[in-house]
């Protein structure tokens, strides 16, 4: 069964500082991994997926199979970084998508 | 375009009561998916739907269904309501089916059950 882990509930980092969000996942064929966010009062929305390492806001994300992990990075936070974040975890030949419950990332200035 | 659109915005029920949650998907796009996110965590998935038919089913009970137009919106029709299906549901569209396609969601519909 699938599985999609985020440790940390609630992150602060302050400005200018990196930022990690952990994502572990579990599955057993190949999964596709995506990030999600939402800013206070919008929709949830895309940040990026692992099939198209690119870079958004400044965020990377790379698939480690080895250790099954999507971890979101940044090297200096701002503070229209504030938001919740949420990992989802999907696979070829679906569009349903599995998402982790998410970290509140808090950038202090 | 308004982007995906769900109605209504809220809703209260009382428990055994049933309702019916509307979903219009960006124009074009012919998958919808629905999502039931509890308070405190992510959404979790329930149903999608593409060119009207179901595609894909989460691990929700019987009395929860749903079905897709042929102008591709949606309805998520919840049965004998549960104090625990108080929730916000999300809605969300993207152009085909497969996984590669972004999906992009709606503000979503706050119910609530007493």
């Known amino acids: 069964a699938q599985r999609v882990t985020q440790p940390e509930k609630l992150l602060s980092v302050f400005k200018g500082a990196p930022v990690e969000l952990k994502c572990n996942y579990s599955y057993s064929g190949s999964p596709e991994l995506f990030w999600y966010v939402q800013y206070s009062r919008q929709r949830l929305q895309l940040l990026l997926r692992?099939?198209s390492r690119e870079s958004i806001k400044g965020f990377t994300a790379d698939l480690n199979k080895g250790e099954t992990s999507f971890h979101l990075k940044k090297p200096f936070a701002q503070e229209e970084d504030s938001a919740m974040y949420y990992c989802?975890?999907?696979?070829?030949?679906?569009?349903?998508?599995?998402f982790g419950t998410g970290t509140r990332l808090t950038v202090i200035p | 375009d308004a982007g995906v659109t769900q109605s209504p915005t809220h809703l209260i029920k009382t428990r055994g009561q049933h309702v019916t949650l509307r979903c219009s998907p960006i124009?074009?796009?012919?998958?919808v998916s629905w999502y039931q996110q509890v308070l405190g965590q992510g959404p979790q998935f329930i149903f999608q739907y593409y060119e009207k038919e179901e595609r894909g089913r989460g691990n929700f009970p019987d009395r929860f269904s749903a079905r897709q137009f042929p102008n591709y919106s949606s309805e998520l029709n919840v049965n004998a309501l549960l104090l625990g299906d108080s929730a916000l549901y999300l809605c969300?569209?993207?152009?085909?089916?497969?996984?590669?396609?972004?999906?992009?969601f709606g503000p979503g519909t706050r119910l609530t059950v007493l």
């Open positions: 692992h099939i």
């Open positions: 989802a975890l999907s696979w070829t030949g679906a569009n349903n998508l599995f």
């Open positions: 969300a569209s993207s152009l085909e089916w497969e996984s590669h396609n972004e999906q992009f």
């Open positions: 124009s074009g796009h012919k998958s």
